[in-house]
């Protein structure tokens, strides 16, 4: 499958972005889903993930309570919902199709497909 991410940009601290991350060449069924960051110099880090079927959600404590993952089954779509942005936020974003068992979604050498990745900067 196919990945295409987008959304990302220049926003202040508290504030808000949406990213999106659309499929091409086959539907999300049946996968799990998940965003990445990494930051310049940081190895890539879990953000977060999604269940396609079932909508079971897990997120990195750094995020918890301030990002939001969601899908859109009509569009083929997921999202990352970006509120209370924080400077430590910065980072270019990337989002992940794959089967990992849930003990796996964290990490990222447990996913083939990846999007191209979006800048996200937070500026103070």
């Known amino acids: 499958v196919q990945l295409q991410a987008s959304g990302g940009g220049l926003v202040q601290a508290g504030g808000s972005l949406r990213l999106s991350c659309s499929a091409s060449?086959?539907?999300?069924?049946?996968?799990?889903l998940a965003w990445f960051r990494q930051a310049p110099g940081k190895e890539r880090s879990f953000v977060a993930a999604?269940?396609?079927?079932?909508?079971?959600?897990y997120y990195a404590d750094s995020v918890k309570g301030r990002f939001t993952i969601s899908r859109d089954s009509a569009k083929n779509t997921m999202y990352l919902h970006l509120n209370s942005l924080k400077t430590e936020d910065t980072a270019v974003y990337y989002c992940?199709?794959?089967?990992?068992?849930?003990?796996?979604?964290?990490?990222?050498?447990?996913?083939?497909?990846w999007g191209q990745g979006t800048q996200v900067t937070v500026s103070s």
């Open positions: 060449g086959r539907t999300f069924g049946g996968c799990r």
């Open positions: 992940a199709a794959d089967l990992p068992p849930i003990s796996a979604a964290f990490r990222a050498t447990s996913y083939t497909s």
């Open positions: 999604i269940t396609w079927t079932g909508g079971g959600t």
